[in-house]
């Protein structure tokens, strides 16, 4: 009954921009923590960015600056506007919704991941 359904993956070129979308559905959307991970070939999955139920945004250090996450709890989205993408940001993106249900309890829902490809 969960899902998260993303969009707005594909190819761009060194310098481009990408927005990619995110929409939730089963889910009391606005108590959630949204993020943005990805993965790279051989690498383990790394957050990118995410926007707290209170409003709090963070940013990874390699992002900040050319990456901008957003959310529209009336729409229940979380989108992430890519600009300046470097070969480096070429990942498979994952949209990510977390819920902290006790103090040492918490669960999360994971998209089905986008590709993002950055050519040289």
């Known amino acids: 009954q969960v899902q998260l359904v993303e969009s707005g993956g594909g190819l761009v070129q060194p310098g481009g921009s990408l927005r990619l979308s995110c929409a939730a559905s089963?889910?009391?959307?606005?108590?959630?923590?949204m993020g943005w991970y990805r993965q790279a070939p051989g690498k383990q999955r790394e957050l990118v960015a995410d926007?707290?139920?209170?409003?709090?945004?963070n940013y990874a250090d390699s992002v900040k600056g050319r990456f901008t996450i957003a959310r529209d709890n009336a729409k229940s989205t979380v989108d992430l506007h890519m600009n300046s993408l470097k070969p480096e940001d070429t990942a498979v993106y994952y949209c990510?919704?977390?819920?902290?249900?006790?103090?040492?309890?918490?669960?999360?829902?994971w998209g089905q991941g986008t590709q993002v490809t950055v050519s040289s």
């Open positions: 926007f707290t139920r209170g409003g709090k945004t």
């Open positions: 089963g889910i009391t959307f606005s108590i959630y923590t």
């Open positions: 990510n919704a977390r819920i902290s249900l006790t103090p040492t309890l918490g669960h999360d829902y």
